[in-house]
């Protein structure tokens, strides 16, 4: 079956723009999650949905960055006024959630390159 | 604050050995802890573990949990080029719907 699909897989933008990342889960995924990874780092949350809405977003770092889900499937990620700071790998994981712990499946990531 | 702390943070073996990568986890309300292997872009799911001392095991893989130490190992046996990747281990934390905590992730590369 499909997995998680994120595009672009890569962006390139000027620093004070405002970028959009999304993300596709897997079908019946009702768990979604946003983590960002630089070079050399392992991934590092940023924000837990639970169908549509975030149930967790304690892990963005300020209020530039932002995430919905309207629908309970695919999720964007906005980020406005990019910095330099910014530029990383933006990954998207899914998961079933009830009953869970379940092994999250990772899409393969958008490179952010904000200059 | 959660910790997982990952050794040695790069290993350089020849193809046929065994190696063994180890994980370390500080993780409030602990649920599960959880391997992947990186290469290039996606993580890719290894193991998942939840209780202690049961060994979970995919061909040359294997990987096992002891929770009063707070640890895991990863064992790969005769190991191949195509083994070389980024091995990430990470601790789920049940309260925040087990959201993932990495470790900065061990590089391997197998030589022929």
């Known amino acids: 079956g499909a997995g998680v699909s994120q595009t672009p897989s890569n962006k390139v933008t000027e620093k004070g723009k405002y970028v959009e990342l999304r993300c596709d889960p897997i079908?019946?995924?009702?768990?979604l999650y946003w983590y960002r990874q630089s070079l050399g780092q392992g991934p590092e949350f940023l924000i837990y949905?639970?169908?549509?809405?975030?149930?967790?977003d304690s892990g963005l770092p300020n209020d530039r960055f932002f995430a919905v889900r309207p629908e309970g499937s695919v999720s964007t990620l906005k980020i406005q006024r990019t910095e330099r700071g910014d530029s990383a790998v933006y990954l998207c994981?899914?998961?079933?959630?009830?009953?869970?712990?379940?092994?999250?499946?990772f899409g393969p990531g958008t490179r952010l390159t904000v200059t | 604050e959660d910790k997982v702390v990952q050794s040695p943070l790069s290993l350089v073996v020849h193809e046929g050995d065994t190696v063994t990568l180890n994980c370390s986890y500080e993780?409030?309300?602990?649920?599960?802890l959880l391997w992947y292997k990186q290469e290039k872009k996606a993580p890719t799911f290894l193991f998942m573990l939840?209780?202690?001392?049961i060994e979970k095991k995919s061909g040359r893989l294997s990987s096992i949990l002891d929770k009063k130490e707070l640890f895991s190992i990863l064992n790969i046996t005769a190991t191949q080029t195509g083994d070389s990747a980024v091995y990430l281990c990470?601790?789920?934390?049940?309260?925040?719907?087990?959201?993932?905590?990495f470790g900065k992730g061990t590089s391997l590369l197998v030589t022929p």
């Open positions: 994981a899914s998961s079933l959630t009830t009953g869970g712990p379940y092994e999250q499946y």
């Open positions: 079908s019946g995924h009702t768990a």
């Open positions: 949905f639970q169908g549509t809405g975030a149930a967790d």
């Open positions: 993780v409030t309300n602990f649920r599960s």
């Open positions: 939840t209780s202690s001392g």
């Open positions: 990470a601790g789920s934390n049940s309260n925040s719907g087990y959201a993932l905590n």
